[in-house]
Nanobody
Framework: QAQLVESGGDWVQAGGSLRLTCAAS????????MAWFRQAPGQEREFVAA???????HYRDSVKGRFTISRDIDQNAVNLQLSTLQPEDTAVYYC??????????????????????WGRGTQVTVSS
């Protein structure tokens, strides 16, 4: 059974950086669309970034230029490098797998319903 486990969350000051890791078992990350979402208290879960099955990255506008999503084939993991963190980035960050089938040439979905096999999340707290 596929399982995703997030790690790397921490408390940082504004302007700081973190590296989140999503370790996969029971699935090969290079064969699926993989994404990161986040959820702040009292807020809806929102799309942060995704790697299409062809390896192309996609980001929500507010994190473009600050966050970088990547795959580690050897570790079968998906990483999210967070830089220039701001208090509004505070949330629980979740990793998930895109729900197949995928349409050739289509961008990854940005709704939580487009994804499955959610991890339990890792907390990122940014203080001002």
């Amino acid at each position: 059974q596929a399982q995703l486990v997030e790690s790397g969350g921490d408390w940082v000051q504004a302007g700081g950086s973190l590296r989140l890791t999503c370790a996969a078992s029971g699935l090969t990350v290079s064969k699926y669309i993989m994404a990161w979402f986040r959820q702040a208290p009292g807020q809806e879960r929102e799309f942060v970034a995704a790697l299409n099955y062809d390896g192309s990255p996609h980001y929500r506008d507010s994190v473009k230029g600050r966050f970088t999503i990547s795959r580690d084939i050897d570790q079968n993991a998906v990483n999210l490098q967070l830089s220039t963190l701001q208090p509004e980035d505070t949330a629980v960050y979740y990793c998930a797998m895109g729900r197949p089938p995928y349409r050739l040439g289509a961008d990854p979905g940005t709704s939580p319903t487009d994804y499955t096999n959610w991890g339990r999340g890792t907390q990122v707290t940014v203080s001002s």
